[in-house]
């Protein structure tokens, strides 16, 4: 079985470029290995999800470019790209991935992206300080 076709994962700005190849469950991320990329456990489990999910940890190397936004955000992408390309690999593996006890499916890219700031406000939402005199 040859490598497939990079598929994109997308989280907030982070966009994600990935492609699996069978192999010893190696995973680089822009060339780095991804627990010397990410430095946090839980961005470690997150990459993982989908192998946890259809069993198949250590049995695909991944190779994923990946840019723009933060950590957590490049994390998530990469999750959502590996899902999708098990699927494409897989199509049994489409109800597993769904069945996950997150937020959103494994399938599905998160839609909450950042608000954007307001005139006469701090923040999106954040406003002045009241002064009463």
Not at 81 to 95: C, D, M
Not at 110 to 118: L, N, T, V
């Amino acid at each position: 079985m040859q490598a497939q076709a990079p598929v994109v994962g997308r989280r907030k700005r982070a966009v994600a470029r990935v492609r699996l190849v069978p192999g010893t469950g190696r995973i680089l991320v822009n060339g780095h290995d991804y627990k010397e990329y990410f430095h946090r456990v839980t961005l470690e489990k997150v990459v993982e999800k989908p192998f946890e999910a259809t069993g198949t940890l250590g049995q695909y190397d991944v190779f994923a470019r990946v840019e723009g936004g933060g950590k957590s955000g490049q994390a998530d992408a990469i999750r959502l790209g590996i899902a999708r390309a098990l699927v494409r690999l897989n199509p049994e593996w489409r109800k597993p991935l769904r069945q996950t006890k997150l937020v959103y499916s494994l399938l599905t890219r998160d839609p909450r992206e950042k608000e954007r700031k307001k005139y006469g406000l701090h923040g999106a939402r954040r406003a002045r300080q009241y002064r009463k005199r």
